[in-house]
């Protein structure tokens, strides 16, 4: 596969979708900059389970250019980039996700399930700089704490004032509207809440799951709007006022 990418990468330049999910890792980091280099419209791109990538091939992305070997935040080249999956990419580390977070402020969907060693930098940087995230996953990123969560609450607050004259009539479509934080056990309801109270479209009742926590008992507190209405309608009809 990773010849193949190298191959063809520079025949694509108008590629705007790229699927590489591999069961056996093949891909390389030479590959991604390739690919970055020459598909400047890429928009979606699978990299889940590529194993021997690093935070090169996410320095490559941010950029649009090979062969990196620091991160620059001047002079970023603004990718197109609007859904990536790294799930299980386990060398990808904070620095990588930063520098995604600079070079792709578009990204909508972020999945970094299984990056085991992403801490609350990398939550931290995609809430200031990537304000059209709608989708994060984080599974299984058991060094996220609750100041990534409160960092995301506090993004959603800080950017309603500068959306709002803009957007009023889509601002409850704005923001996160999956976040899936199982196996996140270092989180603690307050945090976890905030984040729910902060994103209307982040639900968990019965058959809209989009704030997904299985895996974190000390979470099952956690109530989206529709779920803290259902329990007060529950409530007033088991007691009726006299």
């Given at each position: ?15 705007q ?133 409160y ?88 007691h009726?006022?006299?």
């Amino acid at each position: 596969m990773n010849n193949l990418v190298l191959s063809l990468a520079p025949k694509f330049t108008k590629l705007q979708a790229l699927t590489l999910r591999q069961d056996k890792p093949q891909l390389e980091d030479k590959a991604v900059e390739i690919i970055a280099n020459y598909c400047h419209d890429l928009q979606d791109l699978d990299l889940s389970k590529s194993f021997k990538l690093s935070d090169s091939s996410l320095y490559a992305l941010a950029h649009g250019c090979p062969n990196l070997t620091k991160l620059n935040i001047s002079g970023w080249h603004c990718s197109q980039l609007q859904s990536l999956n790294l799930g299980w990419c386990e060398d990808v580390s904070d620095a990588g996700v930063m520098s995604l977070a600079y070079g792709c402020p578009d990204l909508r969907a972020l999945d970094l399930c299984g990056c085991v060693h992403i801490t609350d930098e990398s939550v931290i940087a995609l809430a200031n700089r990537c304000l059209h995230l709608r989708s994060l996953g984080l599974y299984f990123c058991q060094n996220i704490t609750d100041k990534a969560m409160y960092s995301l609450a506090q993004s959603r607050v800080k950017n309603k004032h500068e959306m709002w004259e803009s957007m009023k009539s889509r601002y409850s479509e704005e923001g996160l509207m999956n976040l899936n934080i199982s196996q996140c056990t270092a989180l603690t309801p307050p945090a976890v809440q905030a984040v729910c109270d902060s994103f209307p479209a982040l639900h968990t009742c019965p058959g809209r799951h989009s704030l997904i926590i299985s895996g974190c008992l000390s979470l099952t507190s956690v109530h989206c709007a529709c779920g803290v209405q259902a329990h007060r309608t529950a409530s007033q009809l088991s007691h009726p006022a006299h």
